[in-house]
């Protein structure tokens, strides 16, 4: 299996390499250049996840030895699980949800991030790189704390991340502030999920920079949803959750369903939609935006426009106007034409946005939930069926009941829900009707707790006597500045 740049198939490159180099030197992002297809499902229903996961990710990673990867995978979906079966399917009204949240760091986050540096140390190894790798995190909230957790302590690597100070949620921040670990460096930027991720692709980008490092030893790595090394981990969890289906007799085999995701930078939903091409019996990809809802335009008119403000909505992981890993989405539905999808990446760095002429995006759906609809939501369901949503699940929701009120499709669906609700106390108290007033984060969790009967995860209310350990601020101009004085390079800099 080799992969190639979106932006131009002649650069190709193995597995390893892809997941060393995060993205392409053209800008472009690695794909697959054949998509391995799934033939016996019900043969797979006999599989534990991590047999599951090493099915599926050895058809992608195939210059990694056998041996090593069924290592990494027992490592990273072992202890670290709250939940034995490392994900948990719950039905909720005639809808299944699909828990991608009892990881270390309580989002969905840690399926793929709790196995990437096993992978990246693989291939460096393989590939025989003898440099420290410095892995630059752009976060919305999740991602850096799910990477810090993952690359904390490995031996080889350093980890930076950025992360928008004023974008994330109370518990989000401390989980990333009070990170331990000499090899890891948090911070705060002034600006939002987009500046940040602009930024850390400019470093990316930045040859003479990256000259400079390579002299002193690092190169650079991405741990952010535009690696393979993420994308194809996230696969796992989707044959996985129809399996169960299967299993449980909910489904006939070859039965299609729905799959709602709650969708940001597009990595999320993007692992279904291979999951598709591979074989897997899905009816819709039903892509559920808040209210920056750039794809929602997408997918109803053949716009990407990302010419509007940015809204932080109280799914901070999901208020982003530039979602990457469309770009693959893109190369697939432009019939993998690399000088179209370079043309019109140009048009959205320079114009600000690009239109796809006459697109088939059939396999899609896209909506999104306002804010009302998310308090709603998360009430209702609470309320009703007893059941405690986040509010990046209960946009995906929401969506959902919007979709099968207009369209009449009775498909069964299945929900990811991408958080525990306890990262994001204040909201789920507020759309509960506890009042939050005047409380910290703290109090605000346990009176929630009360009421729900749900026990506050222990890696939660535990932040509140950890140590703050990283105080670093600065512009999105100063981020370079920011990673020379981490890593103590350059002159001037120190
Ligand atoms: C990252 C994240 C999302 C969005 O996922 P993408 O892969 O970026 O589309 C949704 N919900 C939560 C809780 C997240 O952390």
């Given at each position: 299996m080799k992969y190639y740049s979106t932006r131009d198939k002649t650069i190709t490159i193995s597995p390893s390499e892809a997941i060393i180099q995060?993205?392409?030197?053209?800008g472009g992002l690695f794909v697959p250049k054949s998509i391995p297809q799934i033939d016996d499902l019900m043969e797979l229903t006999k599989l534990d996840y991590r047999e599951l996961a090493y099915y599926i990710m050895s058809k992608f990673f195939t210059d990694f030895d056998p041996s090593l990867l069924k290592e990494a995978i027992i490592d990273a979906y072992g202890e670290k699980f709250s939940h034995k079966g490392v994900v948990a399917v719950e039905k909720v009204k005639d809808s299944y949800i699909l828990e991608l949240f009892h990881g270390p760091t309580f989002a969905f986050k840690d399926m793929a991030l709790s196995i990437l540096p096993h992978l990246l140390r693989i291939a460096l190894k393989a590939n025989k790189v003898d440099k420290e790798v410095v892995i630059l995190t752009a976060t919305s909230g999740d991602t850096g704390k799910a990477a810090l957790e993952g690359f904390a302590?490995?031996?080889?690597v350093k980890i930076v991340v950025f992360f928008p100070e004023k974008g994330v949620s109370q518990i989000q921040k401390l989980q990333m502030l009070t990170q331990e670990g000499d090899n890891t460096f948090v911070v705060g930027i002034e600006g939002n999920f987009d500046d940040a991720q602009r930024g850390v692709k400019a470093i990316f980008n930045d040859r003479e920079f990256n000259e400079i490092l390579n002299r002193q030893g690092y190169i650079l790595s991405s741990a952010n949803s535009i690696n393979i090394g993420r994308l194809i981990p996230q696969i796992v969890y989707y044959f996985y959750g129809y399996l169960d289906l299967l299993r449980q007799g909910e489904i006939e085999l070859g039965e299609k369903v729905n799959i709602v995701v709650p969708t940001g930078n597009f990595g999320n939903i993007l692992a279904a939609y291979y999951g598709k091409k591979m074989g897997l019996p899905v009816n819709k990809l039903i892509c559920a935006s808040n209210e920056n809802n750039v794809l929602t335009d997408f997918f109803n008119r053949g716009v990407y426009d990302r010419r509007r403000k940015l809204k932080l909505t109280s799914s901070p992981s999901m208020d982003?106007?530039?979602?990457?890993?469309l770009e693959r989405l893109l190369f697939y539905i432009l019939n993998e034409d690399d000088a179209a999808v370079k043309d019109k990446m140009e048009r959205l760095n320079i114009d600000g946005y690009y239109r796809v002429q006459d697109i088939n995006i059939e396999d899609f759906y896209g909506d999104y939930s306002t804010e009302e609809e998310v308090t709603r939501a998360i009430r209702d369901v609470f309320v009703n069926y007893n059941y405690l949503m986040d509010p990046h699940t209960a946009v995906a929701y929401s969506v959902y009941d919007k979709y099968r009120l207009r369209t009449k499709d009775d498909t069964k669906t299945i929900i990811a829900a991408t958080a525990s609700p306890f990262k994001f106390g204040k909201k789920i108290a507020d759309s509960l009707g506890l009042n939050s007033l005047d409380k910290d984060e703290f109090q605000i969790l346990e009176e929630l707790g009360d009421r729900t009967g749900l026990k506050v995860p222990e890696g939660i209310s535990s932040l509140k006597d950890k140590a703050i350990r990283h105080n670093n601020y600065c512009s999105k101009e100063e981020m370079k500045d920011m990673l020379y004085k981490f890593l103590k390079v350059g002159e001037g800099h120190d």
């Open positions: 995060g993205i392409s030197k053209d302590n490995v031996e080889g982003i106007l530039i979602s990457s890993n």
